[in-house]
């Protein structure tokens, strides 16, 4: 289980330094398919245990999330307000 941690790790680590450096559209591409496959995750996880959380409210939310830093970036305060109402 280590190896397979330590072979991400030197897969994802430089991928997001360079997302990091590129920023903006490609940074926000990256955020965003990073909380899809986090969604689906979680998703699937809750299911196993028999639970059934709803996909459009998941997905709602990442989008807004998404939205919300995209639209807000230059207000922090602004952005961290919305993030908190958001989630």
Do not use: C
């Not at 330094?17 to 926000?28: E, H, V």
């Not at 990442?62 to 830093?69: D, G, K, N």
């Amino acid at each position: 289980m280590l190896a397979t941690r330590v072979k991400a790790a030197l897969i994802f680590v430089p991928l997001v330094l360079i997302m990091i450096y590129i920023g903006g559209w490609a940074f926000n591409l990256f955020i965003s398919i990073i909380l899809l496959l986090a969604a689906f995750e979680y998703h699937r996880l809750f299911v196993e245990i028999g639970y059934q959380p709803s996909p459009l409210v998941i997905l709602g939310g990442i989008v807004l999330l998404t939205l919300q830093r995209w639209a807000f970036s230059e207000n922090q305060r602004l952005d961290i307000t919305l993030s908190l109402i958001i989630f």
